[in-house]
């Protein structure tokens, strides 16, 4: 059973990320650190196989 999301699936959730409010940058490269809705770093969260966006746009 595969743990980590395919990469296409894990670019696709970083692009809804990218356009979400609730999303929270950080650094001059405004990089994606953290979903304020659930808290966890938007890395983990897209990336393993069996998470769901907390706002139900993934
Ligand atoms: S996981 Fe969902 S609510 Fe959180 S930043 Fe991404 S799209 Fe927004």
Redesign the pocket.
């Known amino acids: 059973m595969a743990i980590r999301a395919k990469p296409g699936e894990v670019a696709r959730?970083k692009d809804?990320?990218r356009?979400?409010?609730?999303?929270?940058r950080a650094g001059k490269k405004q990089i994606?650190v953290?979903?304020?809705?659930?808290g966890?770093p938007?890395a983990f969260?897209?990336a393993f196989q069996g998470a769901k966006?907390?706002?139900?746009?993934?």
Do not use: D, M, Q
């Not at 356009?19 to 929270?24: D, H």
């Open positions: 959730r809804v990320c356009s979400c409010p609730n999303a929270e994606l953290r979903c304020r809705k659930c966890c938007i969260l897209t966006c907390p706002a139900g746009h993934w």
